[in-house]
């Protein structure tokens, strides 16, 4: 049983343009979710996060948008470079627990 | 830098061997995970530990072993290691709140 998904294996993006990763969730009792960016031959780095009592985080590039009704949330960046080609993980999990549950990854390519 | 240093990174062992990875933490942090990261499947916990000698089990956990016996070091062993648990295996670690922060991998084939 698969709680979170990212239903797109891969995504190629011009360079300056806007790039959108999605992921959603089949459990209601999340209320944090993060995204994490991976390089090849590298560990998964933080990226970005929101609480459920949020619709919107940002970090410079970075947005998160969250939708607790579709239990949908999305990554954009903007303008998207080069450096952003790496594999991208949604994880959500439920405030105070132990773990995170992760998607299955996004792999992003930016083209120039 | 997530001050972890996993070892060995990189391991080819036959199948039926035993093997043990290492997470080594120097930040003194109680929550520690180990993950492994197949294609298709995204990252996947098989353990992780809540402080000294206190473990529990992750959604992959069947053929694994963890131990903690000091807070800075958890062990992951496979004993006897299957072709399926070629994968590359991620320790973990939890600073604060709800965001974990990885270490570097250690690639295992298991031939």
């Known amino acids: 049983d698969q709680q979170v998904k990212q239903n797109s294996p891969s995504l190629s993006v011009q360079e300056g343009r806007i790039s959108i990763l999605n992921c959603d969730y089949t459990?209601?009792?999340?209320?944090?979710f993060l995204w994490y960016k991976k390089y090849p031959a590298e560990g998964p780095t933080f990226l970005i996060s929101i609480s459920s009592i949020k619709d919107k985080n940002e970090d410079g590039r970075f947005t998160v948008f969250l939708n607790k009704s579709a239990k949908h949330l999305s990554l954009h960046i903007v303008p998207s470079q080069p450096g952003d080609s790496a594999v991208y993980f949604c994880?959500?999990?439920?405030?105070?627990?132990?773990?995170?549950?992760f998607g299955q990854g996004t792999r992003l390519t930016i083209n120039p | 830098d997530a001050g972890i240093t996993q070892s060995p990174r990189h391991k080819v062992t036959e199948t039926g061997t035993p093997v043990t990875l290492r997470c080594h933490q120097t930040e003194n942090h109680r929550y520690m995970y180990w993950y492994r990261q197949d294609p298709g499947h995204g990252l996947r916990l098989i353990h992780y530990?809540?402080?000294?000698?206190?473990?529990d089990k992750g959604e992959v956990s069947d053929g694994y072993s963890v131990s903690r016996s000091k807070t800075e070091d958890f062990l992951l062993t496979l004993e006897s290691a299957t072709s399926s648990q070629t994968s590359v295996y991620f320790c973990?670690?939890?600073?604060?709140?709800?965001?974990?922060?990885f270490g570097e991998g250690s690639w295992l084939t298991v031939v």
């Open positions: 994880a959500a999990s439920v405030e105070g627990a132990q773990k995170l549950v």
């Open positions: 973990a670690i939890r600073r604060g709140g709800n965001t974990i922060y």
């Open positions: 459990n209601s009792m999340f209320d944090y």
């Open positions: 530990s809540y402080g000294v000698k206190d473990t």
